[in-house]
């Protein structure tokens, strides 16, 4: 660690003012660790167009967006924000958010400081085309899972999906469980 702040690259697909479960923890996350003193920044996606600032602050917090190459499709990543999350020496913990986008996979392949990985996971898709994705998903996931030097699950049975669908020797004793009211 440099200087006297732990500096922590959240890395979420879409946050603010973006709505939904994953981006609203990341923020109570990140409001949370800046108000303890550590030195946060979100790196986060936008489509072209949002009219978003690229860089501002929140609750302490930086926030840095990226555009996403393809219009507003958040499942093809943002090159800038997979650059920018894992450039050498600039974090020293990156957490990533959310198991079911590329931008995590590719943060985790090129990340150079620990990774810590919140998952988000459901062990299926929200519908038919995305359910049918996850077994195409899951070489992508064995090697996020591997990268990773700690996961954090929201439940006991997120774990258990995890385990489940992911082979133990990727796994080790990774595995957390922080309830969501800590």
């Known amino acids: 660690m440099t200087g006297s702040a732990l500096r922590v690259g959240m890395i ?35 489509p072209r167009g949002a009219g978003l600032s690229a860089r501002e602050r929140q609750d302490g917090y930086a926030i840095e967006r990226h555009h996403l190459p393809l219009r507003a499709s958040f499942d093809v990543p943002s090159p800038a924000a997979a650059r920018a999350a894992s450039q050498s020496g600039r974090f020293d913990v990156v957490w990533l958010h959310s198991y079911h986008t590329p931008l995590a996979w590719l ?69 957390t469980v922080v309830p969501l009211a800590v």
Request: glycine letters at 8%; aromatic letters at 6%.
């Open 12 to 46: 979420v697909p879409r946050f603010a003012p973006y709505h939904g479960g994953v981006e609203t923890y990341a923020g109570q996350a990140a409001a949370a660790l800046a108000a303890m003193g550590t030195e946060v920044t979100v790196v986060t996606q936008m």
């Open 107 to 175: 943060v985790a392949e090129r990340s150079k400081a620990p990774v810590v990985l919140t998952p988000h996971y459901h062990g299926g898709g929200h519908t038919r085309i995305r359910n049918v994705l996850h077994p195409v998903y899951r070489p992508a996931g064995r090697r996020l899972m591997a990268a990773c030097r700690l996961i954090v699950v929201d439940s006991e049975a997120e774990a258990d999906l995890i385990r489940r669908d992911f082979p133990r020797k990727a796994l080790g004793e990774k595995i």
